[in-house]
């Protein structure tokens, strides 16, 4: 599904990715951990296709996105890759319903369609009494699971989140915990997940340690 090859990755003379070798599979719940500044969101900036790699390649089924032409690049990326981020990154200015249809329209499906499928995906985070609601009017935890509904609105071949439940208080924390894993068993997501949170790490099939730029186990 991924897989990365001696990657690597500097910024000036700092040398953040040393060599990450790295293998995920369908449907796999991987979650990455290690101090700060150890390389984990570089690598997943990489894996996302958002910063190129200085050596070293990278698949996402079977296609090396870094050898495509920039606009087929951002094609790929927009269909295969779903981001969940920390503090949700949804557009101010539009409701939670045009936020979710964004990436599709971005696609070129057409507006009718588009917005089907995001009032499901709603409807699905128990959100359906939230569709013309602005980022500003709904809490933490809304926004979070609009985020998430916004990543999956491609059915992505990968969902990449960065400290998904970083700024949630404990039991909106739980429940998107809860619901990452409802989404691989009933929509097949693949998941890879940096965090600092241990309760998080230990839910994940596999846990990947980094420190100093390498993978340490």
Do not use: C, W
Not at 92 to 103: S, W
Not at 134 to 143: F, I, N, Q
Not at 180 to 195: A, C, H, P, S, Y
């Amino acid at each position: 599904m991924v897989e990365t090859v001696g990657i690597t990755k500097s910024f000036a003379s700092l040398k953040v990715l040393k060599g990450i070798d790295l293998r995920i599979e369908k449907e796999e719940v991987v979650a990455i951990v290690g101090p700060s500044g150890a390389g984990k969101t570089t690598l997943l900036q990489i894996l996302g296709t958002l910063n190129k790699p200085d050596s070293g390649s990278l698949k996402i089924i079977g296609v090396d996105p870094f050898l495509l032409p920039d606009k087929e690049r951002s094609f790929f990326r927009n269909k295969h890759i779903g981001f969940v981020f920390q503090f949700h990154q949804l557009l101010p200015e539009f409701t939670a319903l045009e936020n979710v249809m964004i990436p599709l329209l971005i696609g070129g499906a057409k507006f009718d369609k588009a917005e089907r499928r995001a009032k499901e995906l709603l409807d699905y985070m128990k959100l359906s009494n939230r569709f013309d609601h602005k980022p500003a009017e709904l809490s933490g935890g809304e926004k979070q699971r609009v985020a998430v509904a916004r990543a999956l609105v491609n059915n992505p071949s990968v969902i990449l989140a960065d400290e998904p439940s970083g700024s949630l208080d404990t039991q909106n924390k739980d429940e998107l915990h809860s619901l990452f894993f409802d989404l691989r068993k009933e929509m097949g997501q693949t998941f890879v997940i940096v965090t600092h949170d241990e309760q998080l790490a230990r839910l994940a099939d596999r846990i990947i340690h980094m420190k100093d730029g390498i993978i340490t186990n």
